[in-house]
């Protein structure tokens, strides 16, 4: 038990999330299963924020190892190299709360696959993310999809007919995407900002707010654009 201050007692869960209780409402949360492809720059970050801000129930989805260039870019340790980046990932967020249900992934994602309420798409690729939003358009009830090339991060959320629409607008065949992927050029500074963009877009739409559907954050130039926010239909 922890005391609150002024007397009173309260219980380790209240005191652990009680100052971002106004901001993150926890009773949604305890209901949702979230699901992040990709746990490499972007994704490893957005798993360990999802397990800071109370979510329960978190499944990681890849295929790969961790290599020494991702200790410096994201953030992982040392001694996780040669570990798969599921299992090194489900051993940081066991630190952070060892009460979470983890459903571990060390494989692609494939079509046929189950996944949670909420999807966070961290893949480097527009062919993944088109094959991905192909299957789970309709099976989710927020897509976030976030996208980072250098110091340039652009994040998109997806939970109504309008929004999935224009999400669905930004999947260009893989001839026409910029070259280069979201880890050929990536900093820690730069996941950890786009995972944050990412987080927030899911902690409004828990708090039924209205959500940003495209945003792009040009850090070097310093420049910051949005899609008018689409409110939640009620």
């Known amino acids: 038990m922890a005391r609150n201050g002024v007397g009173g007692i309260m219980t380790e869960a209240q005191d652990r ?45 890849d295929f790969d190892t961790v290599e020494k260039t991702n200790v410096t870019t994201q953030g992982y340790l040392a ?36 996944t949670g309420d909420v999807m966070f798409c961290c893949v480097d690729s527009i062919t993944a993310r088109s094959a991905i939003w192909r299957s789970v358009r309709g099976r989710v009830e927020l897509f976030v999809d976030g996208r980072m090339l250098g110091e340039v991060i652009r994040v998109l959320a997806a939970h109504n007919v309008p929004s999935s629409d224009h999400y669905a607008n930004t999947l260009f065949t893989a001839a026409d995407a910029q070259q280069g992927t979201c880890t050929s050029h990536g900093t820690i500074y730069a996941a950890s900002i786009a995972a944050g963009l990412m987080v927030h877009q899911f902690t409004r ?30």
Request: zero cysteines; hydrophobic letters at 45%.
């Open 79 to 114: 001694s996780d190299i040669g570990k798969t980046k599921v299992a090194a990932t489900s051993q940081a967020i066991e630190q952070i709360d060892p009460m979470i249900k983890i459903d571990k992934v060390v494989d692609r994602y494939r079509a046929k696959q189950s």
């Open 17 to 61: 999330f009680v100052r971002q209780s106004a901001l993150v409402p926890a009773d949604r949360l305890s209901g949702l299963a979230v699901t992040v492809i990709g746990v490499g720059a972007i994704g490893r970050q957005v798993a360990l924020q999802l397990a800071s801000i109370g979510v329960r129930r978190i499944q990681l989805v």
């Open 205 to 234: 739409w828990l708090r039924n707010l209205p959500l940003d559907q495209d945003t792009t954050l040009n850090l070097l130039a310093g420049e910051l654009s949005a899609v008018l926010p689409n409110p939640i239909p009620t």
